[in-house]
T-cell receptor
Framework: SQQGEEDPQALSIQEGENATMNCSYKTSINNLQWYRQNSGRGLVHLIL?????REKHSGRLRVTLDTSKKSSSLLITASRAADTASYFC??????????FGKGTMLLVSP | DAGVIQSPRHEVTEMGQEVTLRCKPI?????LFWYRQTMMRGLELLIYFNNNVPIDDSGMPEDRFSAKMPNASFSTLKIQPSEPRDSAVYFC?????????????FGEGSWLTVV
């Protein structure tokens, strides 16, 4: 069953704008991760935030985690056409596997 | 370092035929996962191995699906007989020995079309 649910399902913006994607989940987690999938490719790990962290930055990426609301957001600042991809959140509940959401498709137009 | 290597990248087969997908995990990784991705169901975990031993195969849809990992550097996912509803992208992924963070590395996928 899906643990994380991303919102929106699709997002279309112009280059230079910021893109925000949200993820909600249902049960307690150890950490939450975001992955990126370019068209026709495999998923690539972007960033991980632990359950005791509230915010984390990596380059143009900013991730927040609110464990009381069981939600996370991924912000991509100053987006580029090359950021066009699907973005997935994945939750780690302390077992050996990750559970992925269905993803947000991001289109960045030049 | 080479990533997770999957073959074939694309396969088109007729209903009823046997399909074998292959995976070479990243060297030193002791967890191997098989996922299936479709538009309708998203990314589903089919089965995973730890140290070549199947740990959880509850995601395998039917007895037509089987997976093996004869050694640390090779795994197969077999579908026999294949059906059109098996059309999907099948991903193999691997993970390093558990050290507190559970980051998974994916292959490029095997795109299966059953006609």
């Amino acid at each position: 069953s899906q643990q994380g649910e991303e919102d929106p399902q699709a997002l279309s913006i112009q280059e230079g704008e910021n893109a925000t994607m949200n993820c909600s989940y249902k049960t307690s987690i150890n950490n939450l991760q975001w992955y990126r999938q370019n068209s026709g490719r495999g998923l690539v790990h972007l960033i991980l935030i632990r359950s005791n962290e509230r915010e984390k930055h990596s380059g143009r990426l900013r991730v927040t985690l609110d464990t009381s609301k069981k939600s996370s957001s991924l912000l991509i600042t100053a987006s580029r056409a090359a950021d066009t991809a699907s973005y997935f959140c994945a939750t780690d509940k302390g077992y050996s596997t990750l559970t992925f959401g269905k993803g947000t498709m991001l289109l960045v137009s030049p | 370092d080479a990533g997770v290597i999957q073959s074939p990248r694309h396969e088109v087969t007729e209903m009823g035929q046997e399909v074998t997908l292959r995976c070479k995990p990243i060297s030193g990784h002791d967890y191997l996962f098989w996922y299936r991705q479709t538009m309708m169901r998203g990314l589903e975990l089919l089965i995973y191995f730890n140290n070549n031993v199947p740990i959880d195969d509850s995601g395998m849809p039917e007895d037509r699906f089987s997976a093996k990992m004869p050694n640390a550097s090779f795994s197969t996912l077999k579908i026999q007989p294949s059906e059109p509803r098996d059309s999907a992208v099948y991903f193999c992924a691997s993970r390093a020995p558990r050290q507190g963070e559970n980051t998974i590395y994916f292959g490029e996928g095997s795109w299966l079309t059953v006609v």
